[in-house]
């Protein structure tokens, strides 16, 4: 049985007492029930080291929203995989949308991260999906294809019981448009099925696979309850305590 995982992904908000104030609502929040599911909190690289002594003591892990492919050098900017794990960060987002469309990042460089990641001892949050384009012109299966074998180049089947799997279709992704229950549970088990393909059936039937896009607590159970679905990466619904809280109780 595969658990759910919810991990929250704060983008670029909240200062270190905004970090410290939403971290003490989620525990509090927590204390009036028993979650269902592992949860990932995911701030700014400003604020980790913030949030990793709120969080000492809890079940909560921490993740970052990315991270780049060398250990040390002139990469000004840029942040490394020891850099995390000294703040204890367990987690971290790679191929995140945002970072293909803004920063440019390719296919080749995600998976110089996800190496990089996995030779650290990080489990990466593997971050996959269409634009609204590619949907409208069905190309959705081919393009998640593309992205998750490229993405997980050299990548041994052993290993990816340390890697999450995140479908968030671009177009949906703080549009407030959500993929229905059918559409994601669609690609999520395509997913599994090309696992299977790439690795075998033990990994395909063993790996997360959460979807992203628009999770909010008016969605959320419909979406977790599709076979498929083990989890979610919430963005702006993360930002607010009672409503990441909702999003939990939803497991």
């Not at 990994?203 to 076979?227: D, F, R, T």
Request: negative net charge; contains cysteine.
């Amino acid at each position: 049985m595969r658990k759910k995982v919810i991990a929250g992904n704060w983008k670029m908000h909240n200062n270190v007492q905004e970090t410290k104030d939403l971290i003490n609502g989620i525990k509090e929040g927590l204390k009036e029930f028993k979650p269902n599911c592992e949860i990932i909190v995911c701030p700014t690289f400003t604020n980790l080291l913030t949030a990793a002594n709120e969080l000492a003591g809890t079940e909560i892990k921490l993740g970052a929203q990315n991270m780049f492919y060398e250990d040390k050098g002139a990469f000004t900017g840029e942040i490394s995989a020891d850099m995390l794990k000294s703040v204890c960060a367990e987690y971290v987002i790679l191929g995140h949308s945002e970072r293909r469309t803004i920063f440019g990042e390719t296919d080749e460089i995600i998976n110089k991260k996800i190496l990089k990641a996995l030779e650290k001892g990080l489990k990466p949050i593997f971050c996959i999906g269409e634009t609204l384009e590619e949907r409208e012109k069905n190309l959705t299966f081919n393009v998640v294809k593309n992205q998750i074998v490229n993405g997980l180049k050299n990548v041994s089947a052993d290993n990816m019981k340390n890697i999450i799997i995140a479908y968030e279709p671009v177009w949906a992704i703080g549009t407030g448009k959500t993929a229905t229950k059918e559409q994601a549970q669609e690609v999520h088990a395509f997913i599994r099925e090309l696992l299977k393909e790439i690795y075998n059936s033990e990994v395909a039937e063993n790996v997360i696979i959460q979807y992203g896009g628009s999770v909010k607590p008016e969605n959320a159970a419909e979406l977790l309850s599709q076979p498929d679905i083990d989890g979610a990466l919430v963005g702006g619904a993360c930002l607010k305590a009672d409503s990441f809280l909702s999003i939990i109780k939803a497991c």
